[in-house]
């Protein structure tokens, strides 16, 4: 099974992703960590039930990994249209316990399994081989935290909680049969609409608000 783990916001910059959710939640989400093995850095902030959401963005100063960047972060023409299209929170990452067989049913759309870091990994993650996101982002990423949930208790929670997230595709009863075969536990609920666009919403501090 599949669940929820967090939500992804996919910025040119870090800089551009911080201020877009502070716009967005009335929140300036605080540092997470820069990730060595893949050339990235992110913010995150707890939204309840041990999801979060996480802005992510290629890092400058990082070093190019031996292997595609997750997230389609090497294909920054992509990343750049798709902010200026206004879809900036371009997808989410789904947990599991058993990655191994998710991904021998499910490789074609998720990708191959990387443990990460290289020298001493503490997580699975799957990952196509070009980077992309599954199905530009329609399907998850796929994360096996391996047994440990403790990193939740070190992501900030300023008090935001997810209510909902929707997605919107031109043909909504394709992607819930998706889901529905992935074996998605409370997936996303999928409206029809003109293009692959998400939208949440987060109950904050000053009021319920949308992220897109």
């Keep these: 099974m599949l669940t929820l783990d967090h939500l992804t916001v996919i910025a040119p910059t870090l800089s551009e992703g911080v201020l877009h959710v502070e716009n967005c939640l009335g ?30 963005a290629l890092d400058p100063d990082g070093k190019a990994p031996n292997r595609a960047r997750w997230f389609g972060l090497d ?8 902010w200026d299209e206004g879809r900036r929170l371009r997808g989410w990452v789904a947990n599991t316990d058993g990655i191994d067989s998710v991904i021998l049913t499910h490789g ?33 990423s796929v994360i096996d935290h ?6 939740v208790a070190t992501i900030p929670d300023l008090g935001a909680r997810l209510r909902s997230l929707t997605l ?3 043909d909504p009863g394709r992607i819930e049969v998706l889901y529905r075969d992935l074996g998605i536990d409370h997936p996303p609920g999928v409206v029809q609409g ?8 987060i109950d904050t501090p000053t009021g319920l608000r949308e992220l897109t």
Excluded: C, W
């Design 27 to 56: 929140i300036r989400v605080p540092f997470g960590t820069r990730h060595e093995y893949m050339g990235t850095h992110n913010h995150r902030l707890q939204l309840g039930n041990s999801v979060y959401l996480e802005i992510v």
């Design 75 to 82: 294909s920054q023409e992509k990343v750049r249209a798709d």
């Design 108 to 140: 074609a759309i998720l990708g191959e399994k990387v443990s990460l870091p290289q020298d001493n990994p503490t997580f699975h993650f799957a990952i196509p081989m070009d980077g992309s996101l599954p199905l530009d982002g329609v399907a998850p």
């Design 146 to 151: 391996q047994g440990d949930t403790a990193y």
């Design 168 to 170: 919107e595709h031109p």
């Design 194 to 201: 003109p293009s692959i666009r998400y939208r949440a919403l």
